[in-house]
Structure formats: C-alpha cells, structure tokens
T-cell receptor, first 117, second 113 residues
C-alpha cells in the first residue's frame, strides 16, 4: 500500500517571502500522480498543482512549483511571494496511474501554513 | 468554486442513528469519490462510484454504503453511527478518462453525540 508523509505539522512565512513544504511517499509503482491540495477554513479542498511521475520536468503554476525527486520519493511544494490568501492546510496526495478500481487519492496528514503580515 | 455541492453543511446525530449525506457532481463528471476527514487528519478514501456502481473501496465497514444516480449525483449512507464517525465527509467528482483530476466539495461536518 502507498503511504504519504508530511513531517511538518506547521509552517510560517513572512508575507512576500518563499516557503517550502515537504512531502515524502512510499510506493512500489513506477507510474503515478502526485498532487498538492490546499484546504482553507472554508473546508473545500482546492487543487494547487499536479505532477505526473513519468515527467522529469517539475510542474509549475504561477507562484507554486514543485521539486519532484522520483528516486528519493520526495515531492516538495515551493510557494514564492507568499500572500495572505495562501494561509491554509496543505495536503500532499498520491494516486496510482489509471488502474481500474484504484482511483483513490492517498493523503498525508497535512501542513498548516501561516502567513505573517 | 468547483461546481461540486454537498448537503447538508452540518449535521448532528446520536449514536446508533442512520445518516444520509448528498453530493451533486460537477457538470460532465461521471465518477464520485467519498472521503472521511477526521479532525487534524488527512482525508481517508471510503469508496468511489462510476456509472452507478461501486468501483473501489477503502478500509471502511459495510455500514458505510453509497449510491450513485443516473445524473451522477451520489449519496453516502452510514448506519449504526458510532462516536468515531464524527468527521468531515468530502465528496469529489471527476471524469472517467485518463489523468482525471478530482474536484472536491466543501464537505458535510457530521457530529455524533
């Protein structure tokens, strides 16, 4: 079974600075997807960024980028120019490559990010 | 906004009762997944429905059951509620094509007293 570990329960960063959230995972599969989701106090899980394991290039979405190290099974999220609206719980998630009946997401325990004005 | 809506927003039940939670999928999505998120934890996969049939299940007992309707909306039913069932229940919809992304609703907060 796959597992996802987020070792930082809480992180804080000054507004406009850069912060990196860590995630490691364990799997025996070679094809899979990794995600970062953001959950603000409104509770709705919002997709931040997605990485396909077969792609060597790290995914980027505006101020959000990942450092994907497949051999090390590491998937960190970097947030540049942090904004007050970035404050939320951030969850790292794993999903197998399409395997009929195995579409579930496996989540880590989350990192609470606080933005200091 | 993802277009996935869940009802009700909050619910209070007593131990032993039964509860039904509802989820309306985003337009064009034919797959619905349900997750349980206990306080301070990440979501745990309950099960998934595709074209009205259960398609994958997590480590949850049979008293957790579901339905998907022809319009792809879904229900989660929990019988014989236990105190540990208190959690946020999240619904996510997606299209059954390769590399699909799950879009989440805002969840239903269930409290079992």
């Amino acid at each position: 079974a796959q597992t996802v570990t987020q070792s930082q329960p809480e992180m804080s960063v000054q507004e406009a600075e850069t912060v990196t959230l860590s995630c490691t995972y364990d799997t025996s599969e070679s094809d899979y997807y990794l995600f970062w989701y953001k959950q603000p106090p409104s509770r709705q899980m919002i997709l931040v960024i997605r990485q396909e394991a077969y792609k060597q290039q790290n995914a980027t979405e505006n101020r959000f980028s990942v450092n994907f190290q497949k051999a090390a099974k590491s998937f960190s999220l970097k947030i540049s120019d942090s904004q007050l609206g970035d404050a939320a719980m951030y969850f790292c998630a794993y999903r197998s490559e399409t395997n009929f009946g195995n579409e579930k997401l496996t989540f880590g325990t989350g990192t609470r990010l606080t933005i200091i004005p | 906004e993802t277009g996935v809506t869940q009802s009700p927003t909050h619910l209070i039940k007593t131990r032993g009762q039964q509860v039904t939670l509802r989820c309306s999928s985003q337009s064009g999505h034919n797959t619905v997944s349900w997750y349980q998120q206990a306080l301070g934890q990440g979501p745990q996969f309950i099960f998934q429905y595709y074209r009205e049939e259960e398609n994958g299940r997590g480590n949850f007992p049979p008293r957790f059951s579901g339905l998907q309707f022809p319009n792809y909306s879904s229900e989660l039913n929990v019988n014989a509620l236990e105190l540990d069932d208190s959690a946020l229940y999240l619904c996510a919809s997606s299209r059954w094509v390769g590399k699909n992304i799950q879009y989440f609703g805002a969840g239903t907060r269930l409290s079992v007293l």
